[in-house]
Every structure is written in C-alpha cells, then in structure tokens.
C-alpha cells in the first residue's frame, strides 16, 4: 500500500494531480468555515437540539460536511448538484430526448452534463431561498428584510455554483471523480468528531473493564461495517460468454471468451437515497412550513422518522422502519431496471456473435440474465439493508448519537475504491509509456 503510494508521488503527472486535489479541498474545507453576512451562526445548532425528528437535516450535515450546521457561504454544498443528477438520470427513462443524448456517446454527455449545471443552479436558489424565508423570519437572520433574504440567497446559491465549479475541475486536472470526492471529503471530516462523541458517550469515566469491552465493540463495530460495504462494493457475478469462430480470409479466427460481470449492489447507494427522501420529505416539507401541531399528523411524522425507531420505549413506531426496508428493497429493483437492460445487452450479444454456453441467442438469454439479476439483486439489497438498518438499531436501542451511518460509509468507501483503482490505471499508463519510450 505505501509502496504503491510512493510509486505514484514519484511520477510527476501524478503527484500534480494529486497536490491540486488536495489544494482544491483545501479550497472547500476554507470556504466551509466563512459565515453568510447577517446570519446567526448558532441558529441551526440550538433548533437541530430541539427536534425530536432531525435526523434528514443532520443527514444534510453531514453531506456538506457541518457547513449547513456553521450556515457557512458553502451550506448547500455539492447536495443541489446530486439531487440535479438523480433527477436528470430519472428523466432519461421518460424523456425519449434525454435517451438520446446519453447514448449519442462524449457530445450528448456534454449537454447532459451542461444541463445538469442549470438544474443545480436553479435547485441551489429554490433550496437558499427555502431557507432564507423559511427560517430567516424564526431567526435565522439577524435583521429580517427584503435586502437581507436576497443576501443570502445569492451568497448561498454562488457557493453552491463555485462547489461545483471545483468538483468539475477535480476531475478534470486531478484524479478521481470530482464530485463524488468533494461529497467523500465532507462526510470524512465529521467523522472525528463522531466517533469522539461515541467514545465520550460510552467509554469515558466508566469502570476500566467497562471501557475496554465497549471501546473493543465500537471499534469492531466500524471495522465490520467497513468490510461488508467493501465486500457488497466489490461482490460480482460473472456470467460466461463465449464468441463464435469467424472465417477471415483462409483462417478461422474467433471463439474466444469473455464474460458479463453482474454486481451484487448493481444501484450502489441510490436505493437508501431514495427510501430516505421518501420518508423524509413529509418530515422535512413539515418543518420548513414551521408545522409545530400535537395532532393525528405529528404522530404520522413520528412513524416516518428514524429517530423513533426500534426504541424500546416507542415500538410502536417502528413500523416505520418496515416501510423503510420494503422501500429500500423495491429501490434496489427499481434503480437496477433503469441502469441495466437485459434485453438491450442479449441483443447486443447476439449481433456480435456472441452467446451465453447453454443458453440460445436472443430472448431466452435475456430472460436467463433477468433471472440472475433478480437474484443477486436481492443478495445486494438484503445487504444494503443491513449496513442501513444497523446505525438505526445503535441510536434507537443504544442511544448512540451519531450523523454518519450507512449512506455515508457506502458513499466513502465507494469512491476511495474508484480513486485508488482510477490512480492504478494512470499508473498503469505511464509504465507503459515508459516501456514504448525505451
């Protein structure tokens, strides 16, 4: 590992792009911790301490690395762009012209991507202005007026923009996927502080035997959470596929092998985002409108949010967590149609010669590969549902208070797999362009 680490700071193309990553981070760390002009820098933190039912918005921390929580000119983060993208990816299965865009190969995802950036942009000035408005006159602001909301609308819709801006040049000039660093990056730095938070809750001022048995579980715990989302990030079916011989001129060339790798966890973390949004959307939507009622709905509110589940004291409402589950396991399906097409790839396989061994060319291998999927699919959920449910089991029976549990550790580990893969390859290249030099 260190070795591989020092082979890539010895080549120079290399250890550039990653100095400018670190400086571009660098960038958004600092710009993290600039405050909006006439905002209190307190307000979050003392109405997130009042909720019974915060866990979307320190979800929302969490992704913009505690910028939300300072009200920093960098609050809204890179979370505009990632809903633009969900929302352009999930447009393209009914947009026959987004379809076409995205299959028309380097040209049409260019304008996918540039229109990407307008819906970011138009997300990052309905989400400011949620804000400024919504909790700008409870006190948010420190002088609620016209010239202040648009203060902060602008000066939070352009730090969205800028975000964005660098994320984009990250994956043009250093190493990795820009955006999905910069979401990495936010959700690390809370970390330390949660897991510091966890041991001052169980280990600090118990008996020594008390100490060592919990900090042995907490640390066995993240380790393990660790490596069943590494493994359900790397699991992979590979079905055979075998290519007919081909007459070329005298000589029979051709009957080579290959195969279809199938992953386990085919929709990555797109099934918790979506099950999550659902569930919190009524929660969230209740909150901006400033919805404080005792009634039939704040018990429907309670039955939606993970803070209530599986506490002991309030069972009841975990069936919430049931929907939750069933939500997550029908994502998993769904998310996985909308990426994968069995029919598409059977096709494909069939017009170049190529046939799964025992299975006949065109529908049936289309119904054998739907099959499969259905069933590693299932695998993947059943594990994605695991690495969810587990943080919830830990605060509702535990009380253990923290802001990353699942999604964000599918999130991390996922992307710093991809850029050691990504940073292998370039230096793959480079070996090889050493070898043609000689």
Request: no cysteine; aromatic share 10%.
């Amino acid at each position: 590992m260190f070795q591989n680490v020092k082979k890539a700071f010895q080549i120079k193309e290399i250890r550039n792009r990653l100095i400018f990553t670190v400086i571009m981070l660098f960038v958004i760390r600092f710009g993290s911790q600039l405050p909006v002009p006439g905002v209190d820098r307190t307000y979050f933190s003392r109405w997130l301490a009042q909720q019974t039912s915060g866990d979307a918005f320190s979800l929302f921390d969490a992704f913009t690395g505690g910028s939300f929580l300072n009200m920093s000119i960098l609050a809204l983060n890179i979370t505009p762009y990632i809903t633009a993208s969900i929302i352009l990816q999930l447009l393209t299965i009914a947009i026959p012209k987004l379809e076409e865009m995205q299959r028309e190969g380097e040209e049409g995802r260019k304008l996918i991507v540039s229109i990407t950036r307008y819906v970011t942009v138009a997300l990052s000035v309905i989400e400011a202005a949620a804000m400024a408005i919504g909790f700008g006159r409870n006190g948010l602001l420190q002088d609620y007026n016209a010239l202040n909301v648009i203060t902060v609308i602008v000066v939070l819709t352009a730090g969205s923009a800028v975000v964005m801006w660098l994320g984009e040049r990250i994956t043009e000039k250093g190493v990795g996927n820009g955006i999905s660093i910069v979401l990495t990056i936010n959700i690390v730095s809370r970390i330390p502080s949660d897991i510091v938070t966890l041991f001052q809750q169980f280990v600090v001022g118990k008996k020594i035997a008390t100490e060592v048995v919990n900090s042995v579980i907490i640390v066995g715990i993240i380790i393990g959470m660790t490596v069943l989302v590494i493994l359900l990030n790397d699991a992979e079916r590979h079905i055979p596929v075998q290519y007919a011989r081909k007459i070329q001129g005298r000589r029979q060339v051709g009957s080579t092998t290959s195969s279809i790798p199938l992953k386990v966890n085919t929709g990555g973390v797109m099934p918790i985002i979506f099950a999550s949004s659902i569930m919190e959307f009524p929660v969230i939507i209740s909150t901006l409108v400033g919805y404080k009622g005792s009634g039939w709905w704040s018990e429907v509110l309670k039955y939606l949010s993970s803070t209530y589940w599986l506490n002991p004291a309030q069972m009841r409402y975990s069936v919430g967590l049931i929907v939750y589950v069933l939500l997550l396991i029908f994502f998993a399906y769904f998310y996985t149609s909308i990426t994968f097409n069995p029919i598409e790839i059977a096709d494909n396989l069939k017009k170049s010669g190529g046939f799964i061994p025992g299975i006949r060319p065109g529908k049936p291998t289309s119904e054998y590969l739907n099959r499969i999927l259905n069933y590693i699919i299932f695998i993947g959920a059943v594990g994605l549902t695991v690495v969810a449910v587990l943080p919830i089991f830990l605060r509702g029976v535990f009380n253990a208070d923290i802001s990353f549990g699942g999604t964000s550790l599918i999130i991390v580990v996922s992307v710093v797999l991809e850029t050691i893969k990504q940073i292998e390859s370039m230096m793959m290249v480079q070996n090889y362009k050493g070898f043609l030099s000689e």
